[in-house]
């Protein structure tokens, strides 16, 4: 029954993104850079910083009906300790998961790697083709596969590469580096889609796409309002965090309702108290 109930509790809609001056961001990136000896390091450093944040809202939440709970329910108080320990536990495993400086290298060096020979798939370059005769693939038909995944290789390989990296460090990504990769993400499908109409020629579409990668001034453009919706989806910075929401009216009104409760319990105490003290200072 327990854990039917963690199920239902985890299929509540959590957070989408949060603000970078969200008070709860600072204090979580305070107890990061504690906790690693790195007085640099933010949220968007770490693998998984929507964790993080959504975690620690929960343990608010938890301690919030904590406080909330009368002191003769003690099954349902170790309850929530156990919990709340639990997922304090799993905060502190989260912050140790920053990307190394290493691991950005090994993104970058795949994404620089990978241009090369995308180009040589394009223009039947490659010194050496798989023989996929048990595909009933004949040679021509080898290369006009290569050469189909040299056009789509910047979109499918360099770009998510390039996106893999989190901040910081030499290797890391900058932010106007990030949205650049963002809108290059969304554009290069289309690209990919839509050339081979206007030539046959895969090598078109792979410059096309290069141009539009290497483009970062395009991020300047006036973008459309969609295009921009799903540029902020996209955002894997701290300041719009995939897998947090900085305004959460649902979650704000259950912990508003924790402390209600807490309030009025502590309420009901002090009434208790004064009834016991006037009842004993009449019998005296």
């Known amino acids: 029954e327990e854990e039917e109930e963690e199920e239902e509790e985890e299929e509540v809609p959590f957070f989408e993104e ?10 979580l990136e305070e107890r990061l850079r504690k906790q690693n000896g790195n007085k640099d390091l933010t949220l968007d450093m770490v693998l998984n910083p929507g964790t993080i944040v959504n ?13 909330a709970t ?36 090994e993104f970058l060096l795949q994404a620089i790697l990978s241009i090369p020979l995308f180009c040589s798939f394009c223009y039947d370059a490659f010194p050496a083709y ?12 080898t290369k006009l ?20 990296r989190k901040p910081g460090g030499p290797f890391g990504m900058g932010y106007e580096e990030k949205r650049a990769l963002d809108t290059s993400f969304l554009v290069l499908p289309f690209v990919c889609i839509f050339t ?3 030539t046959k020629d895969p090598a078109v579409c792979f410059w096309v796409s290069l141009v539009i ?8 453009l006036g973008l459309p309002e969609p295009v921009n919706w799903l540029l902020k989806a996209l955002d894997f910075g701290t300041g719009s965090e995939r897998g947090v929401r900085s305004e959460d009216k649902e979650w704000k009104a259950q912990l508003d309702s ?18 016991k003290e006037a009842a004993e200072a009449k019998a005296a």
Not at 55 to 60: G, K
Not at 130 to 141: C, F, G, N, Q, V
């Open 213 to 220: 990668l290497a483009g970062p001034a395009i991020r300047e």
């Open 258 to 275: 924790y402390e209600q409760a807490a309030e009025e319990l502590l309420k009901a105490k002090q009434e208790k108290v004064a009834a």
């Open 70 to 105: 009368p002191e003769d329910d003690a099954e349902r108080i170790k309850e929530l300790e156990d919990k709340i320990e639990q997922k304090q536990m799993k905060i502190v495993t989260e912050m140790r998961q920053v990307m190394t400086d290493s691991l950005k290298l």
């Open 196 to 198: 081979p109409f206007f």
């Open 130 to 141: 798989p023989d996929l005769e048990w595909l009933t693939l004949t040679p021509e038909d």
């Open 145 to 164: 596969v290569f050469r189909i995944f040299g056009l789509w290789g910047v979109w499918l390989v360099t770009v998510p590469a390039l996106r893999a």
């Open 18 to 27: 949060v603000s970078g001056d969200d008070p709860l961001v600072k204090e």
């Open 55 to 67: 975690t620690e809202r929960e343990v608010i939440m938890l301690k919030a009906e904590l406080k």
